[in-house]
């Protein structure tokens, strides 16, 4: 327990200290913010890294072991449609606890002027990601190449991104690089290594690998539908 | 503004936070209420992380709020309203380096990546690789913001490039390098990066904050992906010369 602190500490530390100095430092030699702005990032630095303590190690003690349970019980059962529904909805769940997707909505929401709501859009990622997540369980268990499944996904977002309004295409994208965080990753692999360790003569390492960036697609997907859908 | 204010809208942040995991907490009662049946004391561990990760969560979107935001859009309101748009891009090429070179997910991905090469590329060149790649993308992200290159033209060919070299990477190359997407796009590129971009674009006239200041994310994420496969195949081709040395001497 002591050293798994230790080392979440030390991780924290890493990823938020270099890009912190370095606007301090932009700040003395060439930008001046106002006292009250400079401070007010020191003390939000030291509250984000200790969120980020806090938060990785809950992650570790509540929400992993929770998705591993669940993606153990999973393959237990031999009804399909159950299966798809069970990891949808894990997909989904985990997305709404996702911080970053919650950063990203949040500023959406503001920069627009509230016309992209905070929910709708948080929703509309969470479905995306669990739509995928349960497609590229059902790949597993059909053992499609996932080189297509890829390639699809990709050549759907490429066409899709013609017909979307133009404000949508970047939140879009950027929808699909935010999912990717620190409750998403660990669930959706141990759900996926997991799930393909169970089903005989699939190889867990090119079974298990490639959920992640099936899962990270179907964000862009939904969120350029949304676009499509509503302007 | 005057003084500190850390703490407002403290009270939103704390229900944001609490409503985000309602879905995962209501799904997994339901399953351990009908199948898990787990162990109480196993089930007060779990509640207790899920605890501290909420507290974590709201700690981290506050300091986020509070003092990102703030600094992000200062930084990015005094860099669109320069003279000499170009500068823009040397300071995102600097800001990517850094917010990516820290990030643990990376330093991960190279000892991943070390173990499945059976030692032929080295951690250090996926960290250096990434970084560099990433620090490249975001000069080109502010770039786009600078004189308003839509998305599309970044991105569809960097998408269709990363569709040509799935189809000649080894399958393996392939799905480490679509995991590893997320890696760059840690903490401070989601929400600090993100503000400059913001705080950028509510500055130069002529830009739509929503179209042009978003973006930024999904180029930091497609970094990673090229490289590794580029990695991928360059390691494959010595390979297959070396292999082919082999079989001629």
Same mark, same amino acid.
């Given at each position: ?231 | ?90 300071? +995102? %090429? $600097?800001? !990517?380096?850094? @917010?990516?070179?820290?990030?643990? &997910? *990376?330093? /991960? ?72 997407? +997320? %890696? $760059?796009? !840690?903490?401070? @590129?989601?929400?600090?990066?993100? &503000? *400059?971009? /913001? ?51």
């Amino acid at each position: 327990m002591l050293r798994v602190i230790k080392e979440i500490t030390l991780e924290v530390f890493q990823a938020i200290l270099p890009l912190t100095i370095g606007v301090i430092a932009i700040n003395f030699l060439f930008i001046r913010m106002p006292a009250p702005v400079l401070i007010q990032f020191i003390f939000g630095a030291v509250m984000v890294i200790g969120g980020m303590i806090l938060f990785l190690l809950g992650v570790r003690l509540g929400i992993l072991p929770m998705g591993e349970a669940v993606g153990s019980e999973l393959p237990k059962r031999r009804f399909v449609p159950y299966i798809l529904a069970v990891a949808f909805l894990m997909g989904f769940s985990v997305t709404v606890a996702e911080p970053d997707v919650m950063v990203l909505s949040d500023q959406v929401n503001t920069v627009s002027g509230g016309s992209i709501s905070n929910t709708l859009l948080v929703g509309v990622i969470a479905v995306g990601v669990g739509f995928f997540v349960a497609a590229a369980i059902l790949r597993i268990i059909l053992g499609f190449p996932i080189t297509y499944m890829l390639a699809g996904g990709y050549i759907a977002i490429i066409i899709l991104s013609f017909f979307a309004p133009p404000e949508f295409v970047p939140v879009a994208f950027d929808a699909g690089g935010v999912t990717t965080g620190p409750v998403t990753v660990p669930v959706i692999l141990a759900l996926g290594i997991g799930f393909s360790s169970v089903l005989a003569g699939r190889s867990t390492l090119s079974d298990g690998f490639g959920l992640i960036g099936l899962a990270s697609i179907g964000p862009v997907i939904g969120v350029m539908l949304m676009g499509v859908i509503l302007y | 503004m005057t003084g500190l204010n850390l703490f407002q809208g403290f009270g939103d942040t704390i229900l944001t936070v609490l409503k985000s995991v309602v879905p995962i907490v209501a799904f997994f009662v339901i399953f351990q209420l009908i199948y898990l049946r787990l162990p109480w004391r196993y089930l007060a561990r779990i509640f207790f992380g899920v605890g501290l990760a909420l507290a974590g969560v709201a700690l981290f979107l506050q300091g986020v709020k509070a003092g990102f935001y703030p600094a992000g859009s200062e930084i990015g309101t005094f860099l669109g309203a320069i003279q000499a748009k170009w500068l823009l891009i040397p300071f +995102g %090429v $600097a800001m !990517g380096f850094l @917010a990516t070179f820290g990030e643990p &997910a *990376v330093r /991960v991905l190279g000892y991943q990546v070390e173990k499945a090469s059976g030692g032929s590329i080295r951690s250090s060149l996926i960290l250096y690789g990434i970084s560099v790649g990433v620090a490249l993308f975001v000069g080109l992200g502010m770039a786009r913001i600078v004189w308003g290159i839509p998305l599309n033209y970044i991105i569809v060919p960097g998408y269709i490039l990363a569709v040509l070299l799935m189809f000649v990477s080894d399958k393996t190359a392939v799905a480490i390098a679509f995991d590893s997407g +997320g %890696v $760059a796009t !840690g903490p401070m @590129a989601v929400t600090f990066l993100l &503000a *400059v971009a /913001v705080g950028i674009t509510s500055s130069i006239e002529g830009r739509d904050p929503v179209a042009d200041g978003f973006g930024l994310i999904s180029l930091i994420a497609l970094a990673p992906i090229l490289f590794i496969m580029l990695t991928g195949l360059y390691l494959k081709i010595r390979l297959k010369r070396r292999g082919e040395q082999n079989g001629n001497g």
